[in-house]
């Protein structure tokens, strides 16, 4: 559920998780999870599939999806830039940012765009998920875009375990030395809450990270 508190803004529950009022009604959970699907696959993948074309910095006028998803999709002819913008700011990843009257998505583009993200307070070490078939050939080689225009790092081991889980049970998390990285000229974005992007990663900049022991091979257990 997407509400409006009116002196708190946007949230998504049942009453807004500052003063408790129970707000006004913007989306519900189908539309919440459809346009935000929608919104994402445009601003990353597909913008003309709905007519639309990103600026060199992945940027769209709200006002222009807003029509174009309502046309393509009559159920959503009461549409606004306000319901995007609530979709935006209540993200829980950070995946979208809004300027002014404009969206882009701050990560995870096919599009071929140039980001101007911040680079500012990146933290001294990033993660990154790989499969155990992957882990000694990027520990070798390094890592470099895939399916996506740039290198996606974590901001946690927990993050990118998160993040891993999608592809494997158990991924294996290799740590990113950014410092040195940023020494070596490699530049490093910060896209959204926890996500980091760079055009690569050499081999030397990556580690394995320890596994803690897992319950059943604690090799201290517990007494009786």
Not at 12 to 32: H, K, M, T, W, Y
Not at 125 to 134: G, K, N, R, S
Request: proline letters at 8%; a negative charge.
């Amino acid at each position: 559920m997407l509400k409006e508190c009116a002196q708190h803004g946007y949230f998504r529950a049942e009453n807004c998780p500052v003063c408790g009022q129970s707000g006004r009604f913007i989306l519900n959970d189908r539309e919440l999870d459809h346009l935000g699907r929608v919104l994402t696959g445009i601003l990353r993948h597909f913008p003309d599939r709905y007519g639309l074309a990103v600026d060199a910095h992945g940027w769209i006028e709200l006002s222009a999806i807003a029509r174009a998803i309502a046309q393509r999709h009559p159920v959503y002819r009461w549409l606004r830039p306000q319901h995007l913008v609530a979709i935006a700011e209540t993200d829980g990843k950070g995946r979208y940012e809004v300027r002014d009257d404009r969206i882009r998505a701050t990560y995870g583009h096919t599009l071929e765009i140039e980001l101007d993200l911040p680079t500012d307070d990146i933290p001294e070490h990033l993660y990154y998920p790989v499969t155990a078939d992957e882990a000694a050939i990027v520990l070798e080689v390094g890592l470099r875009p895939s399916d996506r225009r740039k290198v996606h790092l974590s901001k946690t081991a927990d993050d990118a375990v998160a993040a891993g889980k999608v592809r494997t049970p158990e991924p294996i998390v290799l740590e990113v030395d950014v410092r040195r990285a940023q020494k070596d000229g490699i530049v490093i974005m910060q896209a959204g809450k926890t996500v980091y992007l760079a055009d690569r990663i050499p081999a030397e900049l990556l580690r394995r990270t320890e596994s803690p022991p897992s319950p059943a091979t604690d090799p201290e257990p517990r007494a009786p």
